[in-house]
């Protein structure tokens, strides 16, 4: 099955520097690949996702970029806040949509210092 | 707004107790999963659904059997709690056809504490 590794596993940046997670699969066939932001105590989001026909794509400050040949995607957060602390999750499936089965990695907290 | 509902926040169970945790949805979503949350691990997958009386393993599926009678509900069940089933487990659900993205809608959690 897939197996999606993520690191670092806690990260801590200065208010306006950029943060940047790494994750890497297992699966050649997984072609879906999103995030997911979990505020402390509160659910999981989708911030952003990417599919194997797209190499990047942004959405105001954060930015995800996709490398298939070498199984790898990372999220790139710029100018980054004190409300992006959280721990981010990256995500692999045969999606989106129709018969999904959505593998995790292991997250990363993210801490920014005002 | 997209709604998955858990029944239970909190529960505290027993060595040998059958458990169940219940998992609602109201936007009609056809595919639905059970994860447990522990630090450093991550999300795991216990089982998911893709349709009424359907259900596939997910990775960790030892310990725990699932349920889906009707399409909004899909419940997860421990057969005999044991303390390394203490977990936080999350439902979420996702649109399987006719959509751009693969978004999945995260309930709020049932943290279970097993002694």
């Known amino acids: 099955g897939e197996n999606v590794e993520q690191h670092p596993s806690t990260l801590s940046v200065q208010e306006g520097d950029s943060a940047v997670i790494k994750c890497t699969y297992s699966?050649?066939?997984?072609?879906?690949f999103p995030w997911y932001k979990q505020e402390l105590g509160k659910r999981p989001q989708l911030i952003i996702d990417?599919?194997?026909?797209?190499g990047e794509k942004k959405d105001q400050r954060i930015a995800v970029t996709l490398n298939k040949t070498a199984k790898h995607f990372s999220l790139h957060i710029t100018e980054t806040q004190p409300e992006d602390s959280a721990v981010y999750f990256c995500?692999?499936?045969?999606?989106?949509?129709?018969?999904?089965?959505?593998?995790f990695g292991t997250g990363t907290k993210l801490q920014v210092i005002p | 707004d997209v709604k998955v509902t858990q029944s239970s926040r909190y529960l505290v169970k027993r060595t040998g107790e059958k458990v169940f945790l219940e998992c609602v949805q109201d936007?009609?979503?056809?595919?639905m999963f059970w994860y447990r949350q522990d630090p450093g691990l991550g999300l795991r997958l216990i089982y998911f659904?893709?349709?009424?009386?359907?259900?596939e393993k997910g990775d960790i599926p030892e310990g725990y059997s699932v349920s889906r009678e009707k399409k909004e509900r899909f419940s997860l069940i421990l057969e005999s709690a044991s303390t390394n089933q203490t977990s936080m487990y999350l439902c979420?659900?996702?649109?399987?056809?006719?959509?751009?993205?693969?978004?999945?809608?995260f309930g709020e959690g049932s943290r279970l504490t097993v002694l």
């Open positions: 936007m009609d979503h056809e595919n």
């Open positions: 995500a692999a499936s045969l999606g989106p949509g129709g018969y999904q089965k959505v593998t």
């Open positions: 659904s893709y349709d009424v009386k359907m259900k």
């Open positions: 699966d050649s066939a997984s072609n879906y």
């Open positions: 990417i599919r194997s026909n797209v």
């Open positions: 979420a659900s996702s649109r399987l056809a006719g959509s751009n993205t693969g978004e999945l809608f």
